[in-house]
């Protein structure tokens, strides 16, 4: 008691008036800053969890939607090999000798090729390609001139199967991106042929819209099974051909100045979402920023209302002084 005394004395708080302001005021200004530590450490863990788990969901509603298109694409070409509903006209139009009768098929294989895609609204290009000398047998739409599926960037070979990543649409009028499929099949003439069918899929515009909305920037990347990348939204940082190393446990994991989720494919290959640690805190000093200014608001409010309050006790205590 003595200690708390001498300690008043120190800081020249002689009357008890003094000393009451005084102490209100400190353990007012106590509890505001110790509560505000509180509430920022509480306000930053909620936060931090709210994005993450919105880029965590983001990534995993973009990867079902990729491989439901993957899907989709196999779907159709099962339906164009030799055994196909469709595919079992082609094999027919080969033996076909009389100039009617491959009339009369060509008319149906582009009746079924469009009858099979319209329940597919994200499929723009379907054809059958011949292997032997690079050329169209019948398709959708009219493709770019000099063709060459040798060419389109590869994620994952599955046997006859070879899936593509993003890359530009190989319908002549197109030119957006788009993921494709070629299924190599041959007939019962002994000709090879790549059945090819691409889907328009602008999940690199989405990603982008989706997070620019909360004020993040983003990189995407596709990696195959050897851990090497296969499709970068941004090559001048994250170059395709690359190793990209996926051996981290859990969904994110901060790598290089980047906070990094991973989300599995169906398919055999791995979905990434790079986001910069510059824009990932960036809604967290908002935040910071906010809650110091309300915080020295009210610390302003405090001291006005503690001076007010010493104003009024001082002028009482002169009242109550003359008139005793």
Partial sequence: MKRNFVILSRLKLRTLKQRLIFLLTMS???????????????????????????????????????DR??????????????????????????????????????????????????????????????????TILFCNLPPVDNVLLADLPRIKQEFEVTYHTFHSSVYKFGGHPVISVARNTVFSNDLEVTIYVEAKNDIKKDLNSLLNANGMDCIFLQIDSN??????????????GEMFDLSFEGLSESINGYICYKRDSQHGFT?????PKGSYNREFYTWGTSILIVTFIVLIIIGLTGIIFYKLIYCYGRILICFS
Avoid: C, W
């Avoid at 159709?76 to 027919?92: A, K, N, R």
């Avoid at 990348?229 to 940082?237: D, L």
């Avoid at 979905?271 to 986001?275: G, K, Q, S, Y």
């Fill in 28 to 66: 007012t200004m106590v509890s505001v800053i110790f509560t505000t530590v509180i509430s920022y450490n509480a306000i930053i863990s909620i936060q931090q969890n709210k994005v993450n788990t919105s880029i965590s969901s983001t990534l995993e509603r973009f990867t079902d939607q990729l």
């Fill in 69 to 134: 298109d993957y899907y989709n694409l196999l779907q159709i070409t099962q339906q164009m090999i030799p055994q196909g509903h469709v595919g079992s006209d082609v094999d027919e139009y080969f033996f076909s000798k009389q100039p009617y009768d491959r009339s009369v098929l060509t008319r149906r294989i582009s009746n079924n090729i469009e009858l099979i895609t319209f329940s597919y609204p994200n499929v723009i290009l379907v054809m059958y390609y011949n292997l032997q000398n690079n």
């Fill in 227 to 240: 851990e090497q990348i296969k499709y970068s939204s941004n090559p001048n940082i994250f170059k395709v």
């Fill in 271 to 275: 979905n990434v979402l790079l986001v």
